[in-house]
């Protein structure tokens, strides 16, 4: 094992993950829709953002500690629901949550996930949040809800920019389906990759563990493909909410809000955080960064003195991105790709080592900018004029 004191940004995980992963799954992480335009904005529209050093501050007693829905967290930062993750590492939604709980911040499992809910938490002992994709088969949705409380998941992700898919060329052109195609390509790729097929050698975790054996007609993973290509539910709105919530029962998580009109939706729906997020640039290509949409859905919700939880996620890769995203008003972060690259290079040691480098990145640029409290940071912050007219300059 490689001395990760010496991975000082979340970049060296990216560059040892693309090594280590085989090119169909790395690329599934690593792309976005169409021309990927969103997906770069989503990074390059943060460097544009400009901090205000301050000096002869006493910077004594930082802390980072805040609340997300109601618990302590470390820093405030969740780890995002991804598809695929136990493909970047065996078992990988089970070791990215452990490390998730030992960090002390929430883990989410997606519903495409390899681990399965029961899998997860019979391997956690700290509550994780579960994330749903709303099915056409309104039998398999309701059971995954119920497979989630008795799992003890303490809050539901109701992802709702994914009734459609966005076209990702990469994975089109990588032959990625369920299962993936044995082209002579991956093969050849495969053989590159000695240590992830020994360790995917050593799991029985291989297809998603949340949807065989327990949607219909779907009892292995070549009865996979055609379920899922199918299933996604175009017709999910606004009017589902309240159904969704009622069968839940608990916290709910609105993500993929990018205009002001739904997050006043999301704020009258009832639930108790929204997301701003376009997917990680996976779906509508050409769509603004999640930083640039930020300020104004900020704005309309707090218009509306609504107290829903506002987190932004998609683009962030350091702690300098987390307090910045603060500073324009959110209350909270979730990271997908930059906790990924860390599971891919190192497994749960990876994960680890990603959040640490976000918190110490975070914890040190608010010192910078005068202050010692994350609770308190605001746009102050930050230097006028490169945050304020991010939405206009991104067109």
Not at 24 to 36: A, I, K, L, P, Q
Not at 139 to 145: G, K, Q, T, V
Request: one cysteine or more; charged letters at 25%.
């Amino acid at each position: 094992m490689k001395d990760l004191k010496k991975i000082t940004e979340i970049e060296d995980l990216r560059r040892v993950a693309e090594r280590k992963v085989p090119r169909m799954f790395y690329d599934y992480v690593d792309s976005g829709s169409w021309t990927e335009t969103t997906y770069r904005n989503n990074e390059t529209d943060f460097d544009r953002i400009k901090l205000r050093q301050r000096v002869l501050v006493n910077m004594e007693g930082r802390s980072l500690t805040t609340d997300m829905l109601g618990s302590k967290v470390k820093m405030p930062v969740a780890i995002a629901p991804t598809g695929f993750t136990g493909m970047m590492w065996a078992d990988g939604e089970i070791h990215a949550a452990r490390a998730a709980e030992k960090f002390g911040v929430p883990f989410s499992l997606s519903t495409m996930s390899i681990c399965s809910i029961e899998d997860v938490a019979e391997n956690t002992s700290a509550p994780f949040w579960f994330q749903l994709y709303v099915m056409r088969d309104q039998e398999f949705m309701a059971n995954l809800i119920r497979r989630a409380k008795a799992a003890n998941c303490s809050a539901l992700i109701l992802t709702a920019d994914l009734q459609v898919l966005g076209q990702r060329h990469k994975d089109i052109k990588n032959g990625l389906s369920a299962p993936p195609k044995p082209t002579l390509g991956n093969i050849l790729n495969l053989m590159t990759k000695p240590q992830w097929c020994m360790n995917m050698l050593g799991t029985k975790r291989h297809s998603f563990g949340n949807i065989v054996g327990h949607a219909k007609n779907v009892e292995d993973i070549s009865s996979l493909s055609a379920w899922t290509a199918e299933q996604f539910d175009p017709a999910l709105s606004w009017d589902d909410v309240a159904r969704i919530k009622d069968m839940w029962g608990g916290k709910l998580i609105i993500k993929g809000i990018m205009e002001p009109e739904d997050a006043i939706m999301a704020a009258r729906s009832g639930a108790d955080a929204l997301v701003v997020s376009n997917h990680g640039g996976r779906q509508l290509d050409g769509a603004l960064s999640s930083i640039a949409a930020l300020a104004d859905i900020v704005q309309a919700v707090r218009a509306e003195n609504s107290n829903i939880e506002i987190w932004l996620d998609s683009g962030i890769r350091s702690g300098q991105d987390v307090l910045k995203a603060l500073a324009v008003g959110a209350t909270g972060t979730m990271i997908g790709r930059a906790f990924l690259y860390g599971l891919g290079a190192y497994g749960e040691d990876g994960v680890r080592r990603a959040l640490e480098l976000i918190y110490n990145e975070c914890d040190i640029s608010m010192a910078f900018c005068g202050h010692t409290d994350i609770n308190q940071v605001t746009n102050d912050i930050l230097v006028k004029g490169t945050y304020e007219n991010l939405k206009v300059n991104s067109y």
